[in-house]
């Protein structure tokens, strides 16, 4: 079996016959699945032939993991992804209140996987709730292994939740806690370390793909140590790091201070025709009204992990919805990366075969980028926008379209094969 691996040089190192480790998913995830596999294998055989080739390799989790394997997550998956550094996945239940630990963030923190990629554009033919829909390319870096998501909370009532109350009361002289009685309590964990390597990966992404901005996204304002933490280091990094490629608005803000805003706007326009990177930021409440308003104003998007939860949403919503919607999480430094759709099991349309394959589909293509098999990517990219054109699609997004034409799950992922397949004839 042939692996993705990092050379020494830190770079990926990609066998022409690769294996792909997959988790199906529970709910819709089989009928999702199984199609995309088949669109990824047709595109690589129009493309490369009998060059390249994915064999996939199943492995589990969620139900058919207890099922097949008596465990929800069982070790051999998570010794795999880390074997194979590459993974995908399709959704997984995750229990609500108490009990079962979310499989998709013990997925993440294994592996460490700290930036969650969410690229948001829109196809023409789509609905969307914009005037002007074809104004957003966004991607979102959202951090994946701190904030309020590391689950360090105490429930009301409990003898932790008391303790914990009583050291901030008595400790750290905290006379705030308005009901500490009935109050449950989280912690916020946010680090130099973590802010910068998310802060890092997405103005590599922005110097990878020319794109001329990165907005931090937070909420330093109220929290100034975490959220206003994250602002300060992620503009650090592009200061210390990127002093070539990059141009801060902190910067800007200094300059404008010191000698006049006069020759800092002289200063941002000489940046901006190098095309240097502009680097700004944007409070979390005004970035979701202003994503809204001009998107255009936006690229790359970076921000801690409860934002990255909210903002990706409400901009899957602007393009089409969640259907549509693709994701990774990867950690650039080791390489391991798992792409998954974005959406859950969809547990009231699951068995039905309407499920929007879309979201799984642009998330293996993104694989496709992340190990440079390019004109894969290229070809689905063009495939998906052909289907738009004719009109067809599953019904969650064919029942907006004039003319709309409704495909089941497979109807529609072998029509996308057969666009393909056709491609260039
Ligand atoms: P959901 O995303 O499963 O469904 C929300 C709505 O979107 C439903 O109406 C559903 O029919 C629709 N929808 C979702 N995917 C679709 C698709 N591909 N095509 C067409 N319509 C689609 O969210 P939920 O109902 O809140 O969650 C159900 C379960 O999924 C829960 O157990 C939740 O924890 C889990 N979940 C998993 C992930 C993941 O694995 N990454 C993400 C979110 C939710």
Not at 158 to 178: H, L, P, Q, W
Not at 377 to 393: D, G, M, P, Q, Y
Request: hydrophobic residues 40%; aromatic residues 8%.
């Amino acid at each position: 079996m042939s692996k993705v691996s990092k050379n020494s040089n830190g770079e990926l190192v990609v066998p022409d016959i690769l294996t792909i480790p997959f988790i199906e998913g529970d709910g819709v995830g089989s009928e999702i699945t199984d199609i995309c596999k088949k669109i990824i294998d047709a595109a690589v055989g129009k493309v490369y032939s009998d060059k390249r080739k994915i064999e996939w390799l199943e492995i589990y989790a969620g139900e058919k993991g207890n099922t097949v394997k008596g465990s929800y997550l069982p070790d051999e998956t998570l010794a795999i992804l880390k074997e194979y550094l590459i993974g995908v996945k399709g959704p997984l239940t995750t229990a609500v209140g108490g009990g079962m630990r979310s499989l998709n963030v013990a997925l993440r923190q294994e592996l460490d996987l700290y930036s969650c990629v969410r690229p948001v554009k829109w196809y023409e033919g789509v609905a969307s709730p914009l005037k002007e829909p074809h104004k957003v390319d966004m991607t979102i870096f959202r951090e994946n292994t701190e904030d309020i998501y590391a689950g360090i909370e105490w429930n009301e009532g409990t003898d932790e939740a008391k303790k914990f109350y009583n050291f901030i009361k008595n400790d750290m002289g905290v006379k705030s806690v308005r009901f500490p009685e009935t109050s449950s309590f989280g912690v916020k964990p946010v680090s130099v370390e973590g802010s910068s390597r998310l802060m890092r990966s997405a103005i590599d992404y922005a110097i990878n793909k020319k794109l001329s901005k990165v907005t931090i996204v937070h909420k330093g304002n109220i929290m100034k140590f975490t959220e206003g933490g994250f602002r300060k280091w992620s503009y650090e990094v592009a200061e210390k790091e990127f002093s070539n490629e990059t141009f801060t608005i902190n910067n800007y803000n200094k300059i404008a201070k010191d000698q006049g805003i006069e020759f800092a706007d002289k200063q941002l326009q000489e940046a901006k025709d190098k095309g240097k990177i502009i680097i700004d930021d944007c409070i979390a409440d005004a970035f979701l009204q202003n994503s809204l308003l001009k998107p255009e104003n936006y690229s790359v998007i970076a921000t801690l992990n409860l934002n990255g939860d909210y903002i990706s949403d409400q901009l899957a919503a602007m393009v089409g919805g969640i259907g549509i919607a693709p994701g990774a999480n990867i950690n650039y430094d080791t390489g391991h990366a798992i792409f998954e759709a974005t959406h859950g099991t969809a547990p009231d349309i699951a068995g039905k075969n309407i499920a929007n394959p879309l979201s799984m589909l642009l998330s293996l293509d993104m694989m496709m980028e992340y190990i440079g098999w390019i004109e894969v990517s290229n070809i689905i990219k063009i495939s998906i926008e052909k289907a738009f054109a004719n009109r067809c699609s599953t019904n969650d997004l064919a029942r907006f379209m004039e003319d709309g034409q409704a495909l089941s799950t497979s109807d529609f992922g072998n029509y996308l094969i057969k666009i393909i397949k056709d491609w260039g004839n």
